[in-house]
């Protein structure tokens, strides 16, 4: 109800359960091991763990600072703190979260299908022709909505009894299920080579790829830390205690970059032992491959269930946060129920995500807005907000809590003023200029 109380998350643990199921999604168990194959192997991973530590780290603790100081959604978060103007980044944020999710619950939708998939066997005659038929097409849009619905199903019952409550149970499987997975790799014939690409980095390579490592590492680390979308803002508005920001911010990212690479302890090894080059091929290529790999390995049916509802898990606690930000906002701001609120806003967003069911290309594009354009510029915005307009603030918010001192927290400010905006600007630019030749491509095929 508009501006009465304001739910809490009941324990520290269940705060960091829930950022790290956010930041644990699609983007660390399918696109991580994948974006790092397509990359070139481990001189991906050096870039992207610096990217990581020394621009997302900071980053998320500027949403922290302004959500916990705030306790509000990420809109109305910026007037509370005196900035009326800044709303606008704000809703810049809150709009990404609402276009995101309408992709990302088709993607989820695919997920539940090779969930189903690997019970009967039924992708184990052709994985390509598999993936075919049910990424696009009313069926896509119908598992889209299933996706959509279990997300609403969770939202629908609050930050505590919904969010909470599902996530300290879906990130401890997680963990389980993708550890295990990576034991039993480790037993594939022929999977040690899988380790070696993934680990030892090839310095050389990566030297001479930066320009194209750098974006995408900084991307990626922007999208698995789930920045930019409100996320990060609205989790720590329901915080309501003065635990330390870094301490919490630390663990999560440790945590999401842990289960990153524990995912591509899974990946590689099963590539390397069928003798798969992992990289080729785009959106549905981490799904073809890996179908593909289930159906020839012993167990294929179980090992194919036991990934795939890891990955579901994943992208569902990543799901909820998106539409958590944008449900954040009518339920500060209306007097309606989150359950009515929900719906109706999983409804809109289902909407918006139809078109994206009906060709991969499409899909791609709502990809290319995101990562491009939305995410860089909406994360820029906020950090020249903590780091110019709201710093002295910022610094106090950060501190409180902790015994970190005052160099500690003017540490953090210089690198959210100089480093991070650099890192994110030259991301930016990049994305603009792949998204115009984008358009150029598609200019060239109408004509
Ligand atoms: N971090 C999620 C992933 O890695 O898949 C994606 C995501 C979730 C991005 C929530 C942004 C967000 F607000």
């Known amino acids: 109800m508009a501006q009465q109380q304001r739910e809490t998350w009941t324990t520290r643990v269940g705060f960091i359960l829930a950022a790290v199921g956010s930041a644990v999604g699609l983007g660390n168990v399918w696109q ?41 959604n990420p809109i109305d978060a910026f ?40 019970v009967r066997g039924t992708y184990f005659g052709g994985s390509e022709a598999y993936f075919g038929a049910i990424s696009a097409g009313p ?44 034991v039993w790799a480790g037993t594939l014939e022929g999977g040690a080579a899988g380790y070696a690409y993934y680990l030892s980095p090839d310095l050389d390579a990566l030297l001479s790829n930066l320009g194209s490592i750098l974006p995408a590492a900084v991307g990626q680390a922007f999208f698995t830390l789930s920045l930019g979308m409100g996320a990060m803002i609205t989790y720590a508005s329901y915080l309501g205690r ?44 981490a799904f073809i491959t890996l179908a593909g790999a289930f159906a020839q390995l012993p167990a294929g049916r179980l090992l194919g269930v036991a990934f795939f509802v890891v990955l579901l898990l994943a992208a569902l606690s990543s799901a909820i946060s998106l539409l958590e930000v944008v449900t954040s906002y009518l339920v500060d701001n209306t ?4 359950r009515s609120l929900a719906v109706a806003l999983g409804l809109a967003i289902f909407l918006l995500g139809v078109p994206s069911a009906f060709g991969l290309s499409i899909l791609g ?17 906020l950090l020249l907000f903590v780091g110019w307009v709201d710093a002295g603030d910022g610094v106090d918010e950060l501190r409180r809590g902790t015994g970190l001192s005052e160099s500690g927290a003017a540490a953090w400010l210089w690198f959210v003023r100089t480093v991070v ?16 030749v984008r358009a150029d491509l598609l200019a060239e095929a109408i004509v």
């Open 421 to 436: 905006p650099l890192g994110v600007l030259v991301t930016l630019l990049l994305g603009l200029q792949s998204l115009a």
């Open 79 to 118: 007037a509370r703190l005196g900035h009326r103007n800044w709303k606008v980044v704000g809703a810049l944020g809150t709009l990404s979260a609402f276009w995101i999710l309408s992709f990302y619950s088709v993607v989820g939708g695919w997920v539940i299908r090779y969930v189903i998939g690997s």
């Open 365 to 381: 594009w709502y990809n290319a807005i995101a990562y491009n354009l939305l995410l860089p510029l909406s994360v820029l915005c």
């Open 335 to 338: 007097d309606r129920s989150r």
């Open 139 to 182: 069926e896509a849009v119908a598992f889209h909505a299933v996706f959509m619905a279990l997300t609403v199903g969770v939202v629908a019952f609050g930050v505590t009894d919904g969010i909470e409550r599902s996530t300290k149970l879906m990130v401890p499987s997680i963990v389980v299920l993708l550890g295990g997975l990576a």
């Open 32 to 72: 991580f091991p994948f974006q790092t194959g397509a990359n070139g192997g481990a001189a991906f991973i050096v870039v992207y763990l610096l990217a990581v530590f020394l621009i997302g780290f900071p980053a998320m603790l500027a949403e922290f600072v302004i959500g916990r100081r705030a306790e509000r």
């Open 242 to 285: 003065d635990d330390s920001l870094p301490a919490d911010g630390a663990t999560i990212v440790i945590l999401n970059t842990l289960v990153g690479l524990l995912a591509g302890l899974v990946v590689f090894p099963i590539l390397f032992s069928l003798g798969v080059e992992p990289g080729s091929g785009g959106l549905g290529a």
